[in-house]
């Protein structure tokens, strides 16, 4: 019998609930602050521990990760802060209690559902005023990256956040950019200049660890400045790489100018294996001040680590099933990538301008290219360049920098 | 247009006049649908399950994937851009929708696939493409937008195509039928701040005597507006209950698994249920957003304007009466202002801004829905000017209404 009844007592929940008071919590040693006119906004993130100890809840364990925030209004407006900035899909915060209503007494889940609802951030900030609170936002590894959108009188001002966390170093924070290039290599370009340059002196492609390897063509190149280009990876979901991460090792295998990439960013869809590359690296120009960054945009399928011994092997790479590769997998079809790339910028609102041009040379399914990392590829030959915006741009405000190259369309499948 | 744009675009002009670009990829159904927009026309047509598996000789349906057969002319003297993702934002790439026709035992041609597949997005001056698009499957009316850029311009155009299956409840919107010439009541702004005061507060049962959910949302556009800018935040319509859905409910509930079109019941304002019923799925069912909208008699700058509430679900709970019902979050403002952000985000949104008529309620002393959940709310409902134009966030306008304010709450 007392059997039974703990057995039906673990069922409905008995603990009461204590919520930590945020404002004394380790992790605000963190927080990192920023200002724009009259507006102040500091941003920190507990780790996964931290998170446990403030909310009594594991909310990693669920996906959720809480970003704090403090806002300063120093001006004589109202000002608004825009949640869905931070995350598109954010939990409100009594949401976040149901969900961990279980373990709780009906006092206990009262007086959590109570501390979520005081702790979350308001969105409105009265002229003058100061507020804190959390965000739950979906957990993502590495550095916490995030918009925060703050409108005044329908003018808006975007910060844009990079929150270490403990025991994550993204690979681009180990690069020296200033030292990349000697200064008699830097050159100002225009758009007409840049077109020559990308169409007749960059390489078709990346290298490879040694001397004559294809790593893959360079089919993008990126025109921005770097918050802009970061603030647009963020908007198009795009994560980036640890320094040490294993999982993308390959990737670092590719080479320009003799280096591996600078950044190395990654997206993937739930329903599906793959996932998409991003290789960039810093070039030697500039545009109107802007950084250029050189680039390759890529499917790599989970089973195409199987694949790297294939380069090596003249039996191997004539083989049917190489030529079954290039005729079914995802990763041979590397502009379907590019167009991807093309698409989700333009989407995010991130992307001002895009243009074609040639550079890469086309290949086919019949004659495919074949990378030193056993990727077999087609190509039209085409190079998109992408020019970024700090501030968002609408669906019809994208300018056409090159376009109307007549392409070599299907022939390619032949 | 830049300097070498239209070289280029001369040599293109002088070289052909009108060309198809590949090979013609034929409709799969004479179910088709156009729209014409300046120099661009569009004709789509969805194949249904057994179409599908005629053209392809495979099951896509079976793999969460459904062609959609887009033709686009330019009749224009610059080159077009039609982007699949406008179509659906996690579109399958033709060898990812291979791949996973592959994955699941069955046989099928690439080759097949690619030629029938919109590989390339751009159309060039005074040609044609035609091709299908690998989406996910929709049931019943397939709606979607197609979005065709040129330079510093963009066209967009809503589609709704019935395809046998579910039944959804989009219908082409017939005001004509909801009122008469008469009823209408064309407005300006104080009035109709006032008119809005005045509305009920909240929606009612099928009797009309419980109060439930507030309505505290107020949208003023055309219904194309209003689906366009829907569709383009994520949004799905839903599915009218029926015994069979609820099971699908139920079983999803279970599950955890993503079903997207689960019924809403219906609520009554007017003495009508809902207009409009439209949902936007996360990634489980206990994390939906809800909406329901009715047309009212008014109208604003030509402008229909309707009237409506909104919901976030927060987890399911089981009841006797209709298998399930959804827990939804007491924070009512916080559901109604991430709408407002959403639309924003989309460039759906021209401008906004608040009346009252609802009542407020405070976190400590609730009022409660027709479910029996509790819910909180400052009283105020938002009114949304819906964008016929993507319109991007910095150019959203906020309106101040508050001088027109009368106090009034709705019965």
């Known amino acids: 019998m007392v059997w039974l009844l703990c057995l039906l007592c673990a069922g409905c929940g008995i603990q009461g609930y204590r919520g930590t008071d945020p404002v004394s919590a380790a992790y605000l040693s963190r927080a990192l602050s920023q200002s724009q006119s009259d507006i102040t906004i500091s ?26 925030l403090d806002i300063q209004n120093h001006g004589d407006s109202p000002l608004r802060v825009v949640l869905r900035s931070i995350d598109s899909e954010y939990f409100s915060p009594i949401e976040v209690a149901y969900m961990n209503r279980g373990a709780y007494s009906g006092e206990g889940y009262e007086a959590m559902q109570r501390w979520f609802y005081r702790h979350g951030l308001p969105r409105l900030l009265p002229a003058g005023e100061r507020r ?18 703050v409108f005044r009188k329908g003018r808006g001002h975007t910060f844009t956040f990079f929150v270490p966390l403990p025991g994550f170093t993204a690979d681009y924070t180990r690069v020296d950019f200033s030292q990349l290039y000697p200064p008699e290599r830097l050159r100002e370009l225009d758009f007409m200049s840049l077109r020559t340059v990308l169409e007749t002196e960059l390489s078709c492609c990346a290298g490879g660890p040694a001397a004559g390897d294809n790593g893959g063509p360079l089919n993008v190149v990126m025109v921005g400045t770097t918050l802009a280009l970061r603030r647009s990876l963020l908007r198009g979901g795009w994560l980036e790489t640890r320094a040490d991460a294993s999982l993308l090792k390959g990737a670092r ?24 590359n991003l290789h960039l690296w810093l070039a030697p120009w500039t545009l109107e001040g802007e950084s250029i960054w050189v680039g390759q945009v890529y499917y790599r399928e989970l089973a195409q680590r199987l694949l790297s011994g294939i380069a090596q092997n003249e039996a191997l790479r004539n ?96 | ?49 057994t179409e599908v598996r005629e053209l392809f000789g495979a099951d896509l349906y079976a793999q969460n994937i459904q062609p959609v057969w887009v033709s686009l002319r330019n009749d ?110 064309e407005l300006a702004l104080p009035d109709l701040v006032a008119a809005l005061e005045s509305m009920p507060c909240c929606v009612r049962d099928g009797e009309g005597e419980d109060r439930g959910d507030p309505l505290n949302l107020v949208l003023i556009g055309q219904v194309q507006d209003l689906y366009y800018a829907f569709m383009r935040a994520g949004w799905d319509e839903t599915e009218t209950i029926y015994a ?168």
């Open chain 1, 132 to 149: 804190s609170g959390f965000v739950y936002t979906r957990h993502r590894p590495g550095t916490k990256g995030f918009n925060v959108d």
């Open chain 1, 43 to 68: 941003a920190a993130v507990p780790d996964a521990v931290e998170t446990e100890e403030l909310t009594g809840i594991d909310l990693y364990d669920q996906g959720i990760q809480p970003v704090w």
């Open chain 2, 244 to 411: 069979n859905s609820l099971i699908k409910t139920a079983v999803s509930a279970l599950t955890g698994g993503r079903y997207r079109y689960s019924p809403v019941s219906a609520l009554y304002v007017f003495d009508r249920a809902q207009d409009v019923a439209l949902q936007r799925a996360r990634s489980s069912i206990h994390e939906r957003n809800h909406l329901r909208l009715w047309m009212t008699p008014l109208q604003f700058d030509g402008q229909p304007v309707w009237l409506g509430q909104i919901s976030r679900d927060i987890g399911v709970r089981f009841t006797t009466r209709t298998i399930t019902t959804h827990k939804i979050d007491p924070d009512v403002d916080e559901t109604r202002e991430f709408l407002l952000e959403d639309l924003a985000y989309t460039q759906g949104l021209r401008q906004f801004g608040y009346v009252g008529g609802v009542g407020a309620a405070s976190y400590d002393e609730p009022r409660s829905n027709l479910t029996g959940d509790p819910y909180f709310t400052d009283g105020k409902r938002i009114v949304m000017w819906l964008s016929g134009t993507p319109t991007a966030l910095n150019e959203v306008e906020f309106i101040d209404l508050s001088a027109w304010h009368t106090g009034l709450i709705g019965d």
């Open chain 1, 319 to 414: 083989s049917e099933f190489l030529s079954r590769f290039i005729r079914e997998s995802v990763a041979a079809d590397i502009d379907e990538a590019q167009r991807f790339l093309l698409q989700n910028l333009w989407y995010s609102q991130s992307l001002s301008g895009f243009g074609i041009v040639t550079g890469v040379g086309a290949s086919s399914v019949s004659r495919p290219e074949l990378t030193f990392d056993g990727v077999g590829y087609f190509t039209n030959g085409y190079r998109h360049v992408l020019r970024v915006s700090e501030s968002p741009v609408p669906l019809g405000g994208v300018e056409l920098l090159y376009g109307g190259i007549e392409p070599p369309d299907e022939e390619t499948m032949q």
């Open chain 2, 1 to 49: 247009m830049s300097y070498t744009l239209r070289i280029v675009v001369q040599l293109l002009l002088l070289s052909h006049a009108m060309m198809a670009v590949g090979a013609p990829v034929p409709p799969p159904n004479d179910r088709l649908q156009k729209r014409t927009q300046g120099d661009i026309t569009v004709n789509v047509a969805v194949p249904d399950a």
């Open chain 2, 76 to 185: 224009g003297e610059v080159p077009v851009f039609l982007s699949p993702m406008g179509i659906d934002h996690a579109y399958y790439a033709p060898r990812e929708a291979l791949q996973r026709v592959l994955a699941a035992g069955q046989s099928l041609g690439t080759t097949l696939l690619e030629n029938a597949a919109i590989r390339r997005i751009e159309i060039p001056p005074r040609s044609q493409r035609a091709g299908y698009v690998f989406t996910r499957v929709d049931e019943g009316t397939k709606s979607f937008n197609v979005d065709v850029f040129s330079d510093t311009a963009v066209s967009q155009m809503s589609f709704f195509v019935p395809v046998p299956g579910l039944q959804l409840d989009h219908h082409d919107f017939d005001r004509d039928a909801l009122y008469s010439q008469e009823e209408i009541r």
């Open chain 1, 253 to 276: 295998e590719h080479r320009f100018a003799g280096r591996s990439p600078d950044a190395v960013f990654y997206r993937s869809r739930p329903d599906g294996n793959e996932s998409l």
